[in-house]
């Protein structure tokens, strides 16, 4: 069975400082990984998958196979990315999603 | 193109009960997914519809059931209503295919009593 940790319920960072969320992963397959990103008072929307390997809002996520990892990172922290993130694995041609029980990002001016 | 709308948005029920969510799909989407988020917890997904038919399944029982309609909006049924079942229950549109994104409804915030 497929399972997704990140082990942070929350991540305080001061702005213009790095970020990272941890995010890892148990499935014996081939993943597909997505980091999905839930602003205050709005909806759950996506903000990256890897297999298209871009960059959005500064974030970036590598798939680390060796490590089971799919880590979400952003150089400089924005007082506007703080929200909730979920990372989640899909399989089965997407037809079940996983997601892991997020971390909430609070960007400290 | 609208967006994906769930109705409604709050719900108290009682135990023992049956409730019935829905969900519209945007505009263009065929495929229908469902999900139960616990407090505190990530989305858990309970099943999918493709052109009518459930189309993959989580770790949900049978009690949990749901419909496609030609227009390619769904429903999600819950009978016998139990103090667990309380949840913001999401549901998601896309397209067919490996690489499409899925869009998200506001959700519906179920409260068993």
């Known amino acids: 069975a497929q399972r997704v940790t990140q082990p942070e319920k929350l991540l305080s960072v001061f702005k213009g400082a790095p970020v990272e969320l941890k995010c890892n992963y148990s499935?014996?397959?081939?993943?597909?990984l997505f980091w999905y990103v839930q602003y205050s008072r709005q909806r759950l929307q996506l903000l990256l998958r890897h297999i298209s390997r871009e960059s959005i809002k500064g974030f970036t996520a590598d798939l680390n196979k060796g490590e089971t990892s799919f880590h979400l990172k952003k150089p400089f922290a924005q007082e506007e990315d703080s929200a909730m993130y979920y990372c989640?694995?899909?399989?089965?041609?997407?037809?079940?999603?996983?997601f892991g029980t997020g971390t909430k990002l609070q960007v400290i001016p | 193109e609208t967006g994906v709308t769930q109705s409604p948005t709050h719900l108290i029920k009682t135990r023992g009960q049956q409730v019935t969510l829905r969900c519209s799909s945007q505009s263009g989407h065929n495929t229908v997914s469902w999900y139960q988020q616990a407090l505190g917890q990530g989305p858990q997904f309970i099943f999918q519809?493709?052109?009518?038919?459930?189309?993959g399944r989580g770790n949900f029982p049978p009690r949990f059931s749901g419909l496609q309609f030609p227009n390619y909006s769904s429903e999600l049924n819950v009978n016998a209503l139990e103090l667990d079942d309380s949840a913001l229950y999401l549901c998601?549109?896309?397209?067919?295919?490996?690489?499409?994104?899925?869009?998200f409804g506001q959700g519906t915030r179920l409260t068993v009593v």
């Open positions: 499935y014996s397959g081939s993943p597909e």
């Open positions: 519809y493709y052109r009518e038919e459930e189309n």
């Open positions: 998601a549109s896309s397209e067919t295919g490996k690489n499409t994104e899925a869009f």
């Open positions: 989640a694995l899909g399989v089965g041609g997407y037809q079940k999603v996983t």
